[in-house]
């Protein structure tokens, strides 16, 4: 079974950056997917971005051009790079790894809180 932790979250102001990252306590280079989603409150939880084995990623529309999402396999790290962070980012972002197919398991972690002051 694999862990994910996730950290980075704070309070920033608009317009600032955040990096948030998530870390693996095993290897997951055998699962088939790799996200990051968020749940602002009230909302549900939504996919933010995903990356798959051949490092192609796809970005939800109200990130794109603002977030960066990266993982390095070595380090077992997930990371999301956000810029230009607007109020609507607000909300607590999980990481996910989708190992149903090699682990029988989708992963995730407990989440990192981002709040945003305008």
């Known amino acids: 079974q694999v862990q994910l932790v996730e950290s980075g979250g704070g309070l920033v102001q608009a317009g600032a950056s955040l990096t948030l990252s998530c870390a693996a306590s095993?290897?997951?280079?055998?699962?088939?997917?790799w996200s990051w989603y968020r749940q602002a409150q009230g909302a549900e939880r939504e996919r933010v971005a995903v990356?798959?084995?051949?490092?192609?990623?796809v970005y939800t529309e109200s990130v794109k051009g603002r977030f960066t999402f990266s993982r390095d396999e070595k380090k077992n790290t997930l990371t999301l790079q956000m810029k230009d962070l607007k109020p609507e980012d607000a909300a607590v972002y999980y990481c996910n790894v989708d190992c149903s197919r090699t682990h029988g398991m989708d992963y995730w972690g407990k989440g990192t809180r981002v709040a945003i002051s305008s």
């Open positions: 990356t798959i084995p051949d490092g192609y990623t």
């Open positions: 095993a290897d997951t280079s055998d699962c088939s997917g």
